[in-house]
């Protein structure tokens, strides 16, 4: 094929799709590759366990942290407009950020503080070094982890519930765990880049990303919430319950995305569909150039794209076992740093989502891989099957 991909052995996703559908792994799943232009899809059970509706290329999936590029993406074009600066405090927008205190100890009370020694900056958020974020260790272990999950801002499965104003006042009643810059920390920082995006257009931030990033790449799927009219097409979200069988965590009608939410949160709140993914992935490729114009320059989608932390800062800031072995960070995504593994292409960055959902993208190989599936994830055990999904995907490369 022109797309450099083997279809005989590219079958061997669609059989892995149906053979974990079967077992009850999964409901049902699809992929989507694109390489030199084409697309390849595989797709294999339902959308719903109890009504039997079969997966389909236009299924809507909730996306989870594969949402984190996308913000990224938004911000960067504040500041190629230069609305937004990389390296000013942001305190101008984020006036609850400023004056910050930080934590002597994570085991510390939270009273038992120092001054921050700067301002937390753009760039601080976009490559997750504001100093907030989930600290990984069994939930209400460290005093600063309970204040969180008390306060209603805890990383977790289910969105923030609280509008963004409010999400801020919270957040600026916490003092920091990190300085500024100092360590790695993950997700905190993308949903207050949402807001500070929000704040720095003058829009809501789905508002923003519709008429700035979706409507010119045709994401016609992609939103913070499903209407009534697509429902139909939107999945079921399971997880797996004590036995491991597969229960219901999110229902399409009168679920959590039913209708527009009080947080759009920018660390992974997107719906979305395959297709759509694909199309900002093949942006991204072109170096932010789509049709009839560009979202991003070239310099700006290399800049996201370069690992930005580092060695002793990886060395400080656990994930989880291995994680940086292979693994940098840019902005809102990994970046792959050495070849440990089939599917471990150098240069190859995107993401994953905790309801098992992956975007990769290759410029090496001229390849934007996407899967999705809906069950909720409970630890890097259970992404198994989205690095299945990739290590087949680069096993059918056939050029």
Known sequence: MASGLSLKRFGRVAEALRERSARGE?????????????????????MD???????????IFRVASVTKPLTAVAAMILVEETRLHLDDPVDQFLPELADRRVLRSLDGSLADTVAADRAITLRDLLTFRAGLGAVMAMPGTHPIQRAMEDAGVGPGPVPCQIPPDEFMRRIGALPLIHQP??????????????????????????????QRLFEPLGMKDTDFSVPGGKLDRFATCYVRDESGALAVWDTPRG?????PPAFPSGGGGLVSTADDLAAFGRMML?????????ILSRPAVELMTTDHITPAQKAASFFYPGFWDSQGWGFGMSVVTRRDGVAA?????G????????????????????????????????????????TLTYSALDD
């Open 255 to 259: 679920g959590m995305w039913s209708s």
């Open 181 to 210: 810059g100092e360590r790695w920390m993950y997700h905190t920082a993308a949903d207050i880049l949402g807001v500070l995006i929000a704040r720095a257009s003058g829009m809501d931030l789905g508002e923003f990303m519709r």
């Open 26 to 46: 999964i409901a049902g799943g699809i992929a989507l590759v694109e390489r030199h232009g084409e697309r390849t899809v595989a797709l294999a059970g339902v």
């Open 286 to 294: 072109n170096m932010g150039a789509v049709p009839g114009g560009r």
């Open 49 to 59: 366990l109890a009504d039997g509706r079969p997966m389909a290329r236009d299924t």
């Open 345 to 349: 292409s150098p240069g190859r960055y």
């Open 351 to 390: 993401w994953d989502g905790g309801y098992g959902t992956t975007l990769a993208i290759d410029p090496r190989e001229d390849l934007v891989a996407v899967f999705l599936m809906q069950r909720v994830m409970t630890g890097p055990d259970d992404f198994r099957i989205n690095e299945d999904f990739l």
